[in-house]
């Protein structure tokens, strides 16, 4: 009986690990709102060529406070949250976190799309976030590539900083 439920099961593995392009973007939109803990009482920007796609999407979820750098209205340091999304290089990943980390306040997490195949890609993008004063918490691979979590870290310290 056993081998019968192992045969039976196996073409439903099999369907589920090959994801549509609908259902590949969906589990990145899950993994960056569990990663941020994204509520809809946060305020969040993304920023990147994939930004008013995700916006579109995590608003169609019901999280409202969602905008890119291009429509934010609120003033810098107002963000909870940061997205970086989009097909980019490494030097483009790198001027991104740079670009969001202004608009980000001291407890912020950002959460980046890592989807380019260059080597070391993610040990840099760490690296960069690092400098900007956050601390990763967890990366997560998914279809479409690899989901980094960071935290600001010592907010106490950036604020006497500032």
């Known amino acids: 009986m056993t081998k019968t439920r192992s045969r039976a099961c ?7 690990l090959q994801l549509t392009p609908m ?3 969906q589990q ?4 960056v709102i569990d990663l941020t803990q994204l509520s809809a009482a946060h305020r969040a920007i993304a920023v990147g ?4 796609e995700l916006c579109v999407a995590l ?3 019901g999280f409202l406070r969602v905008v890119t750098s291009a429509t934010c209205p609120v003033a810098r340091g107002q963000h909870s949250i940061g997205i970086i999304a989009g097909h980019h290089s490494l030097q483009a990943l790198e001027a991104l976190i740079g670009d969001i980390s202004h608009y980000l306040d001291t407890t912020a997490a950002i959460a980046v799309l890592i989807d380019t195949t260059e080597h ?3 040990l840099k993008v760490r690296a960069r976030l690092e400098q900007h004063g956050f601390r990763i918490d967890a990366g997560v691979r998914c279809q479409q590539g690899f989901v980094l979590s960071a935290r600001r870290q010592d907010a106490v310290h950036m604020v006497v900083a500032a």
């Open 10 to 16: 196996a073409p439903k593995v099999q369907r589920m």
């Open 23 to 25: 259902q590949a973007r």
């Open 28 to 31: 990145i939109i899950d993994t």
């Open 49 to 52: 060529g994939g930004a008013p």
């Open 59 to 61: 608003q169609r979820r």
């Open 120 to 122: 070391g890609c993610g």
